[in-house]
């Protein structure tokens, strides 16, 4: 579960199949009790259905957890941390930075630096859209060095400058699902 939206259809699924649950957060669910491996498999067939998956292997629910990390840091907290995200990464998770960045690249076939700066942009775009931020402003907002750096690994992913986004008329952003 990577959006809002996705929380609201694991909810539905669970009422649906009458699964009590303490909380559903981004891609966890914390259920009151254990449930039999009949409901276990319905519930996974559901979610499949919807695009959506029950992981259960060590592996996938660390990056499971990275995903959520990067994603609730970037576009669902006002700061992002003043640490880089590899010491946030490694506190939060309590593992080594080399690590996860290995097992992440091999599992999704993109590094994990990659992806962060995927969804620093997406969220820069977001910020550019709302026109409340100048390029200056977002640039400090996103931990960036400077507005150089941000300009240049905008236009890297994007192919052209955040001045130029900001002025076209077809501003498009890519839905964090897909990133």
């Known amino acids: 579960m990577v959006s809002l939206r ?41 979610l499949h259905e919807s695009g959506l998956e029950l992981i259960c292997d060590k592996k996938s629910i660390l990056i499971e957890n990275i995903i959520i990390l990067v994603i609730e840091k970037i576009h669902y907290t ?8 590899s010491s946030f990464l490694s506190d939060k998770l309590q593992y080594n930075y080399h690590y996860i960045a290995e097992i992440f690249s091999k599992t999704k076939g993109i590094t994990l630096e990659h992806f962060i700066i995927l969804h620093k942009v997406e969220r820069i775009k977001e910020l550019i859209i709302y026109d409340e931020l100048n390029i200056t402003e977002i640039s400090y907002k996103m931990n960036y060095s400077s507005v150089g750096h941000l300009s240049k690994q905008f236009k890297k992913v994007t192919g052209f400058t955040a001045t130029f986004f900001k002025n076209h008329n077809n501003q498009k952003r890519k839905n964090i699902e897909h990133l």
Request: net charge positive.
């Open 6 to 46: 996705c929380k609201l259809l694991v909810k539905s699924e669970l009422e649906k199949l009458g699964i009590p649950y303490i909380s559903i957060k981004l891609g966890e669910v914390q259920l009151k009790s254990t449930i039999s491996k009949a409901t276990r498999k319905k519930l996974m067939e559901v």
């Open 78 to 85: 006002e700061e992002l941390p003043k640490v880089n995200f």
